[in-house]
């Protein structure tokens, strides 16, 4: 088991930007891929960004590469989401989630946070 919390959410001005952190406690964060999935009102659950257990692979979406960078430490059971350049359609609900897959599939992702709100005002 792993329990996930996020950190980091708020309110930025569009071109702003914001850090989230994803703490793990539980067994064995080391051994889990990574990922961030978001969730704007009235839109299905979207990938963001995932990052391998050893931190060596990362992959994005189109809508967020070249803007957002997703880094990890083992060490502090930590996985953390850079965002910048933020717009407005980042708005969204932001989680993490930890599996022994490295995916970008949610459904592949059985642990999860409960999710913090992001919000870029134009």
């Known amino acids: 088991q792993v329990q996930l919390v996020e950190s980091g959410g708020g309110l930025v001005q569009a071109g702003g930007s914001l850090r989230l952190s994803c703490a793990a406690s539980?067994?064995?964060?080391?051994?889990?891929?990574m990922a961030w999935f978001r969730q704007a009102p009235g839109k299905e659950r979207e990938f963001v960004a995932t990052?391998?257990?050893?931190?060596?692979?990362?992959d994005y979406a189109d809508s967020v590469k070249g803007r957002f960078t997703i880094s990890r430490d083992n060490a502090k059971n930590s996985v953390y989401l850079q965002m910048n350049i933020l717009k407005p359609e980042d708005t969204a609900v932001y989680s993490c989630?930890?599996?022994?897959?490295?995916?970008?599939?949610?459904?592949?992702?059985?642990?999860w946070g409960q999710g913090t709100q992001v919000t870029v005002s134009s």
């Open positions: 539980g067994r064995s964060f080391s051994n889990y891929a």
């Open positions: 990052i391998s257990w050893s931190g060596g692979s990362t």
């Open positions: 989630a930890a599996s022994g897959v490295y995916s970008p599939y949610h459904h592949l992702y059985p642990y």
